[in-house]
């Protein structure tokens, strides 16, 4: 049975982590695709699009998201005006509003997708062999359902 780990295997984990992390968003936000779109809105776009047939909530697409509220309520209002999504009366509660994908924004986002989805091969895909990125991605799961179970 193995031993937990200490406050300084922790840390130093967390900063590896980290800083991976930034190094590989940096690399990644210099890509052209991100001139039509911020990553951030890009990241949007993305969360839309797998949502259900009749949208989301402000306040549930600020789970997903890392804005703050002002922040995202700016950004919505930005890709509504480019026509990327479009706001709807939530059939269950007529104060709220369900946020959804034009076209439009289906469109831009699948875009930028094809092109992003190969600049982190590109970027990523000879850093680490086939077994050791399946070692990370159960690992990284495994580390965010147990942050998550403590929500």
């Not at 969360?47 to 009749?54: A, F, I, Q, V």
């Not at 509003?97 to 439009?104: G, Q, S, Y």
């Amino acid at each position: 049975m193995s031993r937990p780990a200490t406050l300084r295997e922790t840390t130093q984990a967390w900063e590896a982590l980290f800083r991976a992390q930034v190094a590989i968003m940096r690399r990644l936000q210099r890509h052209p695709a991100f001139k039509r779109l911020t990553m951030r809105e890009y990241d949007v776009l993305v969360t839309l699009d797998r949502c259900p047939e009749g949208g989301i909530r402000l306040g549930e697409l600020n789970e997903d998201v890392l804005l703050s509220q002002p922040s995202l309520s700016r950004m919505v209002d930005r890709l509504e005006a480019k026509g990327y999504i479009t706001r709807t009366v939530d059939p269950v509660d007529q104060r709220a509003m369900r946020l959804r994908l034009t076209e439009d924004g289906r469109r831009i986002q699948r875009e930028i997708g094809r092109e992003h989805v190969r600049h982190i091969h590109e970027v990523m895909g000879s850093g680490l062999s086939v077994d050791e990125f399946a070692e990370l991605t159960r690992l990284t799961r495994k580390l965010g359902a147990s942050v998550q179970a403590r929500d």
